[in-house]
C-alpha cells in the first residue's frame, strides 16, 4: 500500500474522532489548550493501536484467506464506510457528556476507534507497513482532533455530520481501489 492510500485511510479514520472533537469543542467551549492535548492524545492513541491489534489478528489468518484477500478487504473497507455514512446521518449526539472525564474520554476513543481495528484487519491481507501506517493514524488522528475542538468552539457542531460521511465515502473508494487493484 503507497504512503498516499495510508493517508488517505488514516483521514477517513480521522472524521468520526473529528466529529467527536467539534462536539467536545462545542460542549466546552472554554476547554483549555492542555485539555484539548489530552483527548486529542487519548483519541490518537486508541485510533493507532486498534489497527495494530486488528493487524496482528489478520496476519493470523492470511494464510488462510489470501486467495480472496482483496474481496475481504474491499468488504471490510466498503461496510464501514457505509456504516460511518449511515451513522453520521442517524446519530443523536448527546451534548450533556463531559469528553473532559476520563471514564468518558476512554468511551469516546474506543467508540470512534472501532474501525480502525477492521482497517487493521484489511492491513495485514495487503501487506500494509504497520509501523508507518499506525504512526500516520496516530498523527493524522491528533491533527484533526485538535482542529476539531477548534472548530467546535468556532462553528459548532454541524460541520461534524458532513465530515463523517466524506470520510465514508473515502474509505469505500480505498475499497474499491484495492479491489480493483487484483482483479
Known amino acids: 500500500m503507497h504512503l498516499l492510500e495510508i493517508i488517505l485511510i488514516a483521514i477517513g479514520l480521522s472524521f468520526d474522532t473529528f466529529a467527536v472533537s467539534v462536539s467536545s469543542g462545542f460542549c466546552i467551549r472554554d476547554i483549555k489548550f492542555?485539555?484539548?492535548?489530552?483527548?486529542?492524545?487519548?483519541?490518537a492513541f486508541f485510533q493507532a493501536m486498534m489497527p495494530l491489534i486488528g493487524w496482528a489478528g489478520g496476519v493470523q489468518i492470511e494464510s488462510y484467506v489470501s486467495e480472496v484477500d482483496?474481496?475481504?478487504?474491499?468488504?471490510?473497507?466498503?461496510?464501514?464506510?457505509?456504516k460511518m455514512i449511515i451513522d453520521s446521518l442517524s446519530a443523536n449526539r448527546d451534548n450533556k457528556l463531559n469528553p473532559l472525564m476520563l471514564r468518558v474520554?476512554?468511551?469516546?476513543?474506543?467508540?470512534?476507534?472501532?474501525?480502525?481495528?477492521?482497517?487493521?484487519?484489511?492491513?495485514?491481507?495487503?501487506?500494509?507497513?504497520?509501523?508507518?501506517?499506525?504512526?500516520?493514524?496516530?498523527?493524522?488522528?491528533?491533527?484533526?482532533?485538535?482542529?476539531?475542538?477548534?472548530?467546535g468552539k468556532k462553528v459548532g457542531g454541524k460541520l461534524g455530520t458532513r465530515m463523517e460521511i466524506l470520510g465514508g465515502i473515502i474509505l469505500i473508494g480505498i475499497g474499491?481501489?484495492?479491489?480493483?487493484?487484483?482483479i
Not at 125 to 142: D, E, H, Q
Open 176 to 182: 474499491l481501489k484495492v479491489l480493483l487493484s487484483h
Open 34 to 43: 492542555v485539555q484539548a492535548v489530552r483527548i486529542a492524545l487519548v483519541l
Open 70 to 82: 482483496h474481496w475481504i478487504a474491499f468488504g471490510l473497507l466498503a461496510l464501514l464506510g457505509l
Open 105 to 151: 474520554l476512554i468511551m469516546m476513543a474506543i467508540a470512534t476507534s472501532i474501525d480502525a481495528l477492521v482497517v487493521g484487519l484489511s492491513f495485514a491481507f495487503i501487506k500494509t507497513n504497520i509501523a508507518s501506517a499506525i504512526l500516520i493514524i496516530g498523527f493524522v488522528t491528533f491533527i484533526f482532533s485538535m482542529t476539531g475542538m477548534l472548530a
